[in-house]
Structure formats: structure tokens, C-alpha cells
């Protein structure tokens, strides 16, 4: 069964500073793969996602996600983080089948000082 | 926005007693999607639906179900509302024939009393 880890589960980075949220997933397949962020009492909203090629996708708000099979990672990166950022940011994947089942990672709660 | 609208937004109920949400659609997806968010659990599929009355268990289905009448709702079901089932709900669907992304509505916060 395919799982997703994201081993961080709070980040506090200073505003202007840079960003990068982990994520590993195991999944037997060539994965889809997806960051959303939550901010608080809000749905969830995509970021970005890969499905195949370019292994480095951008995404809104400034945020990239390179792909790295050999180590089975799909980290989130930004070079300058805003305050506006400080949310809760979640990674994904797609399970095989029609149905598109998301497995997701427990979060990262990103915290960002003025 | 994927035209997604959950109702109501917040509820409060005793244990014991049914619930029933809904989710609506405005856009005629085929995929429907039911989780609930946790602390520490991340989002996790309670009940998807891949058509009017087609619908499939996920991975925490115990104690939930599921209708799906018309494309553009899918209902979820507490038969008899438990403590554990205290939680956000958040309905998604599929963007479309050969899309595998999902979208989000903006959630449900539920206390079961």
C-alpha cells in the first residue's frame, strides 16, 4: 500500500528566509504526487502537482517541488517566505486505479517570524 | 474555485444521534469524495463515488455512509454519532475525465458531544 511521510511536523523559518518541507512516499508505481495548504479554518488548496516529465514543477505563490525517484522524495521548496505562508501544507498521493484514491502525509504545520 | 459547497459548515450533535452531510457540485464531475481531517492523521477517505449510486469504501468507512442520488450531491451518513467521529469533513472532487487532480470544499467541522 502506498504511504506518504512527511517527517516535520512544525517549521518556523524568519520572513525573507528560504523553505524547503519534506516529503517521502512509497509507492510501488510511478506516482502522482501533490502539495496543498490549508491555512487555518480553510480547505484545502492546490499548490502544485507532478504527474511525469520535468522533474522540477512549479507551482502558485512561488513555490517549487522537485521529484527525485532514487530517494523517493517530493520536497517543497520557496527561496523567500513570506508571513502570508504560515499555514499547514500537506503532501500527496495518488493510489493506482480509475478511482484516484489520495493517500496523504500528516502535515506540516509552517510557522514564519517577522 | 471547483464549485464546491459543504453543508452546513459547522455542526454540534449528542452521541447517539444520526447526521447527515452534504456536499454539492455545480460542475457535473463523476468523482466524489469523502475525508475526514485529523490531528496528526493527516486527511483520510471515508467514502468516494464514481457515479449516481456507484460508490466504494475508503480507509476509515466504519461507521459512515454514503448516497449519491443526483451527480451533483453526495451525501455522507453518521448512522449514531460517536465521540471518535468529532472531526473536520471535507468533501473533494476529480477535475474531469483523465485528471487525477482533486479538489477541495471548504470543510465541515463536526463535535459530537
Known amino acids: 500500500a502506498q504511504s506518504v511521510t512527511q517527517p516535520d511536523i512544525h517549521i518556523t523559518v524568519s520572513e525573507g528566509a528560504s523553505l524547503e518541507l519534506r516529503c517521502n512516499y512509497s509507492?510501488?508505481?510511478?506516482?502522482?504526487l501533490f502539495w496543498y495548504v490549508q491555512s487555518p479554518g480553510q480547505g484545502l488548496q492546490l499548490l502544485l502537482k507532478?504527474?511525469?516529465?520535468?522533474?522540477l514543477v512549479q507551482g502558485i505563490k512561488g513555490f517549487e517541488a522537485e521529484f527525485k525517484r532514487s530517494q523517493s522524495s517530493f520536497n517543497l521548496r520557496k527561496p523567500s517566505v513570506h508571513w502570508s505562508d504560515a499555514a499547514e501544507y500537506f503532501c500527496?498521493?495518488?493510489?493506482?486505479?480509475?478511482?484516484?484514491?489520495?493517500?496523504f502525509g500528516t502535515g506540516t504545520r509552517l510557522q514564519v517570524t517577522l | 474555485d471547483a464549485g464546491i459547497t459543504q453543508s452546513p459548515r459547522h455542526k454540534v450533535t449528542e452521541t447517539g444521534t444520526p447526521v447527515t452531510l452534504r456536499c454539492h457540485q455545480t460542475?457535473?464531475?463523476?468523482?466524489m469524495y469523502w475525508y475526514r481531517q485529523d490531528p496528526g492523521h493527516g486527511l483520510r477517505l471515508i467514502h468516494y463515488?464514481?457515479?449516481?449510486?456507484?460508490?466504494d469504501k475508503g480507509e476509515v468507512s466504519d461507521g459512515y455512509s454514503v448516497s449519491r442520488s443526483k451527480t451533483e450531491d453526495f451525501l455522507l451518513t453518521l448512522e449514531s454519532a460517536t465521540s471518535s467521529q468529532t472531526s473536520v469533513y471535507f468533501c473533494?472532487?476529480?477535475?474531469?475525465?483523465?485528471?487525477?487532480?482533486?479538489?477541495f470544499g471548504p470543510g465541515t467541522r463536526l463535535l459530537v458531544l
Open positions: 500527496a498521493v495518488v493510489s493506482g486505479g480509475t478511482a484516484s484514491k489520495l493517500t
Open positions: 509507492y510501488g508505481a510511478t506516482p502522482y
Open positions: 507532478y504527474f511525469s516529465g520535468d522533474t
Open positions: 460542475e457535473n464531475h463523476r468523482y
Open positions: 463515488s464514481y457515479g449516481v449510486k456507484d460508490t
Open positions: 473533494a472532487i476529480k477535475g474531469g475525465e483523465g485528471q487525477e487532480t482533486q479538489y
